[in-house]
């Protein structure tokens, strides 16, 4: 299985952007499928985004236009773009991994979306 941490969340106004970052460890990391998930206070975690092994995103309606999913294979690291942030995109994002019906996930990352 693949270690995963992440970094970049932090505290944005209302249409700002924020880059997330995902660091893993491990082997064949471009074999794995990726995502993105977010999980407010008092909510169940949910998708926002995902990439295949090869090359083909999804998204969540709620971020899509808004939000890039990429990774960079040669450096094990998956992103997340978020631009035109709202504040009911507070909350606290993982990232994951998937590999032959197994899930690895990071510890998570605060986003915080407010005035």
């Known amino acids: 299985q693949v270690q995963l941490v992440e970094s970049g969340g932090g505290l944005v106004q209302p249409g700002g952007s924020l880059r997330l970052s995902c660091a893993a460890s491990?082997?064949?990391?471009?074999?794995?499928?990726l995502g993105w998930h977010r999980q407010a206070p008092g909510k169940q975690r949910e998708f926002v985004a995902n990439?295949?092994?090869?090359?083909?995103?999804n998204y969540a309606d709620s971020v899509k236009d808004r939000f890039t999913i990429s990774r960079d294979n040669a450096k094990n690291m998956l992103y997340l773009q978020m631009n035109s942030l709202k504040p009911e995109d507070t909350a606290v994002y993982y990232c994951?991994?998937?590999?032959?019906?197994?899930?690895?996930w990071g510890q998570g990352t605060q986003v915080t979306v407010s005035s």
């Open positions: 491990g082997s064949n990391f471009s074999m794995y499928a």
């Open positions: 990439i295949l092994s090869g090359g083909n995103t």
């Open positions: 994951k991994a998937v590999k032959s019906g197994l899930n690895s």
